[in-house]
């Protein structure tokens, strides 16, 4: 990542910036979240959804963070000073945190007695990969991404269009990230009393509502007001995926199979701001792009009410038994 953000600030072309920014922070950024979400459900028996969200939350501390940075800094020098500084800064401040991880503890094996009331199904990845389950999860954690992606990387564009200065309209974007860090926590909570799929469908309908809902916002504090609602929704269904991968597949292959749900998130996430600037580019608005999010966002809640309802440890797992059979 710190490579990534000071070979982009020191580009001379655009396959150099593409090859930096593009490239190498993509990798960087697709590596961290998998690994970290893994190794902290292993950690964690009780609470895991909590225990999640909160490993989750510093995505959500970022916008409220780096981004007002960035734009001070972008504002006061340049870009390319803005990236400088942010990768050395990520440098000093991720290497150091990275030897604090450690590998979670074996477990372990259950009793005769336990294993015989609660068989568990020893899956591998490639068996994962090919399961309903697996093509459901991927499936709504697409179209989630890609609902709320456009409307999350065009905010501060929309928002300065709508009349609003450019640092202001930076606060809105920060805003929505402070509230995806307590969306992280509130439906992380709330998933441990109610179960990971009914809060994750709840969450992904107030999602593209919300998504709906700016079409009708111009204001300052209608933005404001917009911006926690959608925080809390869009930031708090994202650690409820890996939640749902660890109940049906477990700890051994968590960190494969979430990871090949988080490529189809990236997918989701690459299409949004794609597809809101190919719009913008020949409407001159950004009103098709709130309407085609919302309809994925609609698309998403089907595909996750579709999901079987995970099954409490106390319960045999015996139609998992079959499909490996």
């Excluded at 490579?3 to 922070?25: E, M, N, R, T, Y």
């Excluded at 749900?261 to 190919?278: C, Q, R």
């Excluded at 085609?292 to 079987?308: E, N």
Aim: glycine share 12%; net charge positive; hydrophobic share 55%.
């Amino acid at each position: 990542s710190g490579i990534g953000l000071v070979g982009a600030s020191q580009a001379a072309s655009l396959w150099q910036f593409q090859f930096f920014f593009g490239v190498l922070i993509g990798i960087a950024a697709g590596s961290f979240y998998a690994p970290m979400v893994a190794v902290a459900s292993a950690w964690i028996e009780h609470h895991r959804s909590l225990a999640v969200a909160l490993v989750s939350a510093g995505m959500g501390v970022a916008p409220l963070t780096i981004a007002p940075s960035a734009s001070w800094l972008i504002t006061a020098y340049d870009w390319r000073t803005a990236m400088l500084v942010i990768g050395i800064a990520s440098w000093a401040l991720l290497i150091p945190a990275s030897f604090l991880v450690r590998p979670a503890p074996q477990r372990t094996a259950p009793s005769t007695a336990g294993a015989a009331t609660v068989p568990e199904t020893q899956w591998t990845v490639a068996q994962a990969l090919r399961t309903p389950q697996f093509i459901t999860l991927a499936c709504a954690h697409f179209a989630c991404c890609a609902a709320h992606s456009g409307p999350i990387f065009h905010m501060v564009s929309y928002a300065m269009i709508c009349g609003i200065a450019p640092l202001t309209a930076v606060t809105v974007y920060s805003l929505a990230g402070f509230s995806g860090l307590g969306g992280r926590l509130l439906l992380g909570a709330l998933a441990d009393r109610l179960g990971a799929k009914p809060v994750l469908v709840g969450g992904l309908f107030v999602q593209a509502m919300s998504v709906a809902t700016y079409l009708a916002v111009a204001q300052l504090g209608e933005f404001y007001a917009l911006s926690v609602i959608f925080g809390l929704a869009y930031g708090g269904v994202m650690p409820l995926y890996a939640v749902l991968v660890r109940e049906y597949f477990g700890a051994r292959i968590m960190g494969s199979v979430f990871g090949a749900v988080s490529a189809f998130a990236s997918l989701g996430m690459a299409l949004g701001p794609l597809a809101g600037g190919w719009v913008f580019g020949t409407f001159h608005a950004y009103n098709w792009l709130y309407v085609g999010s919302f309809g994925i966002g609609i698309a998403a809640v089907a595909v996750a009410l579709s999901f079987p309802s995970a099954k409490r440890p106390s319960e045999p797992s015996l139609d998992l038994g079959r499909a490996t059979a």
